[in-house]
């Protein structure tokens, strides 16, 4: 059906885990998206079809409003709002489920909670360079959503005959999500084959995708409105745009978690633009950074903020001021492009 990409090894490894383990607790990464809750919401339904009861997703902290009616939200504990309850549900975890990151400092203001914990880790992520703080592996960079991978991992524990209507709701969405509805990163034949399977478990894609893109509040469009108009800025040389959200106007257009998420995407539907640089004063400047065609902006985000990403899709900080930050995006433009020329 669907080509092999995980390594048989690790999967029988998984499989065992889940059986043999009672308690499991699954952790997204900061600022959670559509494939953080998709991927760890499947994990969850399927080791609860399993008949496993001690499941708990945890994530470091609140998720958009847009991804609430995904089913299992509501009993997603998030650690900015009841930390405690969080560190009991680790301390007690036999395996805990890492999806979509790959490194611990992905978890934000949780990190430290892992420390000391008994439980054995397991990661499943599609970024690079995945750090080693887990025990068992499953990195696949070339996959576009975590969501995929753990259809892929479930499909071959050769139980997709469980997998069931909510569990296929949460994939679909998480793969939708992090190819912007199959618009980039979705040419693989495969993600085709595996939304015929969803299909097949009932899903409503239409609907998935209307919950999902067509629940904006008015402040919101209003932001965009202000950010496209406003903050937006072309350098038509370097075929660039750069865009910031000042804190004062986070707090005009009272912004919600995932609000600004699609913003940085915006600029590149302009024929000339290839590279789109979005900055976001919070308690640190946030920087996403997104590109079309060769571009690897995870190289811009790792050289001038320590960030990482993917080739067309990366993210870095910055303590300092807004005007720094883009000060620094500025400066970078001329030498990157350079080095991409040679
Ligand atoms: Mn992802």
Known sequence: MISKIIDENLIQRIDQM?????????????????????????????????????????????????????????????????????????????????????????????????????????????????????????????????????????????????????????????????????????????????????????????????????ASSENRLRMIGYALYRSMEIIPEYHTSIMTMPRQKIKQFKLKAGDTDSLVNQPLTIKDVNLSVFLKEEDVIRISFRSIGNIPVNRLARELFGGGGHLNAAGGRHQGSLQEAVQIVREALPGFFASLAE
């Not at 509501?74 to 790959?102: H, S």
């Open 18 to 214: 889940m059986l043999k383990c009672s308690s499991f607790v699954i952790v997204g990464h900061e600022n959670p998206d559509g494939d953080a809750m998709g991927s760890t919401l499947a994990l969850a339904h399927f080791l609860r079809s399993l008949g496993k009861e001690q499941v708990q997703v945890i994530m470091p902290n609140a998720f958009p409003d847009n991804l609430s009616w995904l089913p299992g939200a509501e009993n997603v504990l998030v650690y900015t709002k009841e930390a405690e309850a969080c560190r009991q549900y680790l301390t007690q975890a036999d395996v805990i489920f890492f999806l979509d990151l790959n490194e611990l400092s992905r978890t934000g203001k949780m990190a430290p909670c892992f420390e000391g914990l008994m439980a054995y880790r397991i990661m499943i992520d599609h970024h690079e360079h995945p750090d080693s703080f887990a025990h068992l592996i499953v990195s696949h960079p070339e996959i576009s959503s975590t969501s995929e991978l753990v259809f892929r991992l479930i499909c071959r524990t050769g139980r997709l005959d469980i997998l069931s209507y909510e569990s296929s709701v949460c994939i679909y969405t998480g793969m939708m999500t992090d190819t912007g509805a199959f618009a980039y990163n979705s040419n693989a034949k495969d993600i085709y084959i595996i939304i015929y399977q969803l299909l097949l478990k009932g899903i409503d894609k239409d609907q998935i995708y209307r919950n999902v893109y067509y």
